[in-house]
């Protein structure tokens, strides 16, 4: 089984207006709400691709009431640890530009850390576990390193999809997959990048820490798959940018859709970069039938 860990989820309120502008009253031209935070659309994306997957993390108040609705609704497992505090509200504005504003969401102490370690502690060599976004707070502040540590002592394959110290912490206990985007991977290395050789070099550092596989997302600009001897990469389809929200979740849906139809390298890339480019070519996070019609449109190339 998949289990998709979200220690931070959240209710996505994505605001679409016509223009935006800071200091004065905007007004909507439409709203959506949606059960959110990045393993949730992991498994809401792997669930339109007909992969089953868990959903796990913390939930608390009517907020997380409403995604567990929306989860059952989908059909999608899930076996959420219960806070008394509300889950978060991200809000996410769409004009001309996309504005995010995501809250920083509720504290969780040291039994209810227990409790999901104790939920991995069951699983097996052939489980996957999928641990991302951001942490909770409190206790979670380590949690991310706990639980790649429990993966690698029983076997448990992962993938990490976090920012700066989360993920690096997690590195020495040789995930699946890391993806950070772009913007992430110069954060952590404090720099700006200037070209494909530098994002790849940089890549090669983390995997030279212990990680598998690295996919470098590029927004617009596709996607890098690098391995400890292989490069690829992949350009977007072009389409209506609608709403790129979920497009990264969406990225590792569709690695692990690879992964479970046991592709070869390029053939996983291109599934990640259809999966994200569906989705950003969405209202929501993208169908099935959106992600197969983009297949074919994708160039994958391989670079070493
Ligand atoms: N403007 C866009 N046009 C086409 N595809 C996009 C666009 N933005 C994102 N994507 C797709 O979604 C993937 C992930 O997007 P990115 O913005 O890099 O990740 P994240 O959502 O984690 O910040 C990209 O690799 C690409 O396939
Ligand atoms: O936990 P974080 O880093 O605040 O991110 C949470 C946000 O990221 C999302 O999972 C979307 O992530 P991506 O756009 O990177 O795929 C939203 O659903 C959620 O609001």
């Known amino acids: 089984m ?3 860990i979200t220690l931070n989820p959240s209710i996505d309120y994505v605001m679409f207006t016509q223009q935006m502008t800071v200091g004065e009253l905007n007004r909507t031209t439409r709203t959506e709400k949606y059960a959110g935070g990045k393993g949730i ?14 959903a796990t993390g913390y939930i608390g108040g009517f907020t997380g009431r409403f995604i567990l609705d929306e989860l059952e609704k989908y059909d999608i497992k899930s076996q959420f640890i219960t806070l008394d505090r509300d889950t978060r509200i991200n809000v996410k504005i769409k004009s001309e530009n996309e504005t995010e504003i995501n809250a920083s969401g509720p504290i969780v102490n040291e039994s209810q850390c ?3 370690l104790d939920q991995i502690n069951i699983l097996t060599p052939n489980d996957l576990v999928v641990v991302s976004g951001s942490s909770a707070k409190g206790h979670g502040k380590t949690l991310y390193k706990e639980i790649a540590k429990l993966c690698n002592e029983k076997q448990i394959p992962f993938i990490i999809d976090a920012e700066k110290e989360l993920a690096t912490q997690t590195f020495e206990y040789k995930p699946l ?18 070209s494909d050789e530098d994002i790849i070099s940089h890549a090669r550092k983390i ?6 596989t690295v996919i470098v997302s590029m927004g617009e600009d596709g996607a890098l798959l690098i391995t400890d001897n292989e490069v690829y990469k992949a350009l977007t389809p072009t389409g209506e940018v609608i709403n790129t929200v979920g ?11 690879a992964r479970e139809h046991q592709y070869n390298h390029l053939k ?4 990640a970069v259809a999966s994200g480019s569906a989705t950003a070519f969405s209202s929501d996070l993208a169908q099935k039938d959106e992600v197969l019609k983009l297949i074919n449109e994708i160039k994958v190339q391989k670079l070493s």
């Open 41 to 54: 659309n992991v498994s809401r994306l792997l669930k339109t691709l007909e992969i089953d997957s868990t």
């Open 2 to 4: 998949i289990y998709t």
């Open 247 to 257: 497009a990264g979740d969406s990225t590792v849906a569709g690695f692990i859709y």
């Open 177 to 194: 997959l890391y993806k950070p985007n772009i913007h992430e991977l110069e954060a952590m290395f404090d720099t700006t990048f200037t």
């Open 114 to 116: 227990k409790q999901l």
């Open 207 to 212: 995997i030279d820490q212990g990680v598998q």
């Open 268 to 271: 996983t890339l291109k599934y």
